[in-house]
């Protein structure tokens, strides 16, 4: 088992002494002290935050949505229906809650279904889970290359992340919905102005499942490359980001290269955010958490912080109305080699 540590206070001054937090008095936050929110999870997948500042929470293999508060309580209010494994990277994916969930108790879900991959509605009363309601189906599955995150926009519109389950020409393909982001109303239908008039607002990709925005608004991507290259994308409307022509940089033309890219075996990224100047991206088989500035439309120099402290780490996401984040760790997962159970979520301050 890995010891999940603390890091104190003597421990981030030797960090800075090494390069660990690689940055300066007087430049923008850098992670600091982590501490544990809540453990027992097996394989947490998604996570959106409710007004009331608490967080739900999917767990991939057990079907299950949870109520996780910023105290640590846990409480299962459902298990969405319809749900199936790929025994690899698909099952309960992504959960996005309603913007205006106040009036409305919706939350949005992606999933593995019998036949495919597809976006959900359902109802939060704020105790329990009802409604399931289709909204998009027909995203092909397989067992690996699901994508899955599902986001709200600064648009109002929901985003959603989608592999090329495995065929690769899929993400070139603009009647496909694999290997895209999707952008659609709170209905499941295509978001005015998208790029081709359909769910579609970017192909060429591969297996995203990062979507963040930053202060100005822009869409940033983290996907899994191949065997070469994962990606750090800006995302634009209509943009081709060149999978499978390309895996990283791209010199083919109308395609569009990444801002940032790193070796496979250092990132493989899942979920990203952005926070006080910086995308913050979680890496599975690199086990470690990259901190990006960003300046405008420019990603600067990463810089890796608690490499192998904690596992894999899957989802990461800023807490509002804090200087922090909320990170999780999928090591029950098929490559984690971890029980079930060993998964846990942390609170990692930013000073």
Request: proline share 5%; aromatic share 8%; glycine share 12%.
């Amino acid at each position: 088992m890995r010891a999940f540590r603390t890091i104190t206070t003597a421990a981030a001054v030797a960090a800075l002494t090494t390069g660990l937090l690689g940055a300066a008095a007087g430049t923008d936050s850098v992670p600091s002290a982590v501490r544990t929110v809540s453990s027992g999870w097996t394989v947490p997948w998604g996570l959106s935050w409710l007004p009331d500042g608490s967080a739900l929470v999917t767990e991939r293999d057990s079907f299950k949505l949870f109520k996780l508060t910023q105290a640590g309580t846990r409480t299962e209010i459902g298990r969405v229906p319809n749900v199936v494994t790929t025994s690899g990277e698909g099952g309960l994916l992504g959960v996005a809650v309603s913007p205006t969930w106040n009036s409305d108790h919706h939350v949005y879900l992606m999933h593995s279904a019998a036949s495919d991959n597809r976006i959900v509605r359902m109802t939060y009363d704020g105790s329990s889970l009802s409604g399931y309601t289709v909204l998009v189906t027909g995203i092909a599955k397989n067992r690996y290359h699901n994508g899955g995150r599902v986001k709200f926009g600064p648009d109002g519109h929901l985003y959603a992340t989608t592999g090329d389950a495995q065929n690769s020409n899929l993400a070139q393909d603009r009647n496909s919905l694999n290997g895209k982001i999707l952008r659609m109303t709170k209905d499941g239908k295509p978001a005015p102005g998208n790029p081709f008039g359909t769910l579609v607002y970017s192909l060429g990709h591969r297996n995203p499942q990062g979507l963040t925005w930053d202060a100005q608004g822009r869409l940033w991507e983290a996907e899994f490359g191949n065997s070469r290259y994962d990606e750090l994308n800006l995302i634009e409307s209509g943009k081709n980001y060149g999978w499978p022509v390309c895996e990283g940089s791209c010199s083919t033309s109308g395609m569009t290269s990444p801002q940032r890219q790193w070796a496979v075996s250092e990132a493989s990224p899942s979920a990203v955010t952005y926070a006080d100047g910086a995308l913050y991206m979680a890496a599975l088989r690199g086990e470690r958490l990259w901190r990006i500035p960003v300046s405008g439309t420019s990603a600067g120099t990463p810089t890796a912080y608690y490499t192998t402290q904690y596992g894999r780490l899957r989802t990461v996401e800023k807490v509002p109305g804090a200087n922090a984040l909320w990170l999780s760790t999928t090591n029950a997962d098929n490559n984690g080699g971890e029980p079930d159970g060993a998964d846990k979520v942390f609170q990692v301050d930013l000073r």
